[in-house]
């Protein structure tokens, strides 16, 4: 257990690459609380939204779930966030931030949505949330819901009862496996953990840490807040343009319209090394002697059985196949760039 912003939280139950093979062989359970939780209501909640974040709220059906962008004037990202348009009272939204985020993207939104007749609200304490990953997440779950999970679609959600417990659940995740996400009471949450370690564990169900979580989503090639995004990194320089959308209005899309149109100054990528090292963060990434980038984030790959990372680079050193290094202590170890993502489950 660790410290993590204001929340204590499992880095680990057992060995670190274990669990994320068992993550991606059987299911894992994690606690997700840290993570921020709000609501967008009043009769300005879609506008506000539209403002706030880079994809387009107004096409978002209800039960639909959308990633997004939380940019600044200048185009730099204050978080990267969760949409939900609610599947009953389709005028309202939930939406789930990074918990090093919460309280700066409550301020952020709740001042910006005001003058729209947006109000936020911050569910995080009240509404616990857990998740299941893996390909046995469905059939662990299933079981104990009032609905048949087998017809909720991804990026979708739903309210419904697990254990007889009134939650809402949505079908996500943040592994690169199919799972769900289950918000719900915190007074209630214990219970459900327990009731799904006892009834998942034949399924192989097993808590899984945050480290884990960590490697797995690398694997993914999905983002981490402050690795490859930043108040410093743009959206495209992420690879994540598909999630903005410029004529939707959202504050910075001037700025990005020109960084489309002209190109991003650096791409990320991903990198795979024969070495023993590990690329962490902020490594230098080097060509030809000299340093050109930096890298985002690093770890062992279990699925790729090699050391990999994501690197911000120049374009013209961002093809598939590029020999590129990375400096250790004043010493270069060889580096390939690579496809990302690193892992994509069968469908």
């Not at 660790?2 to 499992?10: I, K, Q, R």
Request: net charge negative; with cysteine.
């Amino acid at each position: 257990m660790v410290p993590f912003s204001g929340w204590d939280m499992p880095v680990q139950y057992g060995s670190i690459l274990d669990e994320a093979r068992h993550v991606r062989a059987k299911c894992g359970l994690f606690d997700l609380c840290h993570m921020g939780r709000f609501r967008v209501t009043g009769s300005g909640a879609e506008t506000a939204l539209q403002r706030l974040v880079t994809n387009n709220v107004a096409k978002i059906k209800p039960g639909v779930i959308r990633y997004a962008l939380l940019t600044k004037e200048d185009g730099g990202v204050l978080d990267d966030v969760l949409v939900y348009r609610d599947p009953e009272r389709t005028e309202e939204f939930f939406v789930v931030v990074n918990a090093g985020n919460c309280d700066r993207d409550l301020e952020w939104m709740q001042t910006h949505a005001a003058p729209l007749g947006g109000t936020v609200t911050d569910h995080t304490s009240e509404l616990a949330m857990i998740a299941l990953q893996g390909p046995a997440s469905e059939s662990i779950l299933n079981p104990h819901t009032g609905k048949d999970l087998a017809e909720l679609g991804y990026y979708k959600w739903i309210h419904t009862r697990v254990f007889d417990i009134e939650v809402s659940v949505s079908r996500t995740g943040y592994t690169g496996e199919d799972g769900f996400e289950i918000y719900c009471p915190t007074k209630q949450a214990v219970r459900i953990w327990d009731a799904l370690v006892e009834t998942g564990a034949a399924l192989g169900l097993l808590p899984i840490g945050l480290a884990a979580r960590d490697t797995l989503r690398l694997e993914a090639g999905m983002a981490l807040y402050g690795h490859e995004l930043s108040e410093s990194i743009n959206p495209y320089e992420a690879g994540l343009g598909w999630a903005v959308k410029l004529k939707s209005g959202f504050i910075g899309a001037e700025v990005l319209a020109a960084v489309k149109e002209n190109g991003p100054a650096r791409q990320l990528v991903g990198l795979e090394t024969t070495s023993r090292r590990v690329p962490r963060q902020d490594y230098p990434v080097i060509a030809d002697g000299e340093q050109i980038g930096f890298v985002a984030s690093g770890t062992f790959s279990p699925v790729r059985d090699c050391n990999i990372a994501t690197a911000f680079v120049p374009p013209d050193y961002a093809g598939v196949g590029t020999q590129l290094g990375f400096r250790v202590r004043d010493k270069d170890e060889p580096a390939s760039v690579v496809a990302l993502p690193f892992y994509k489950r069968d469908s």
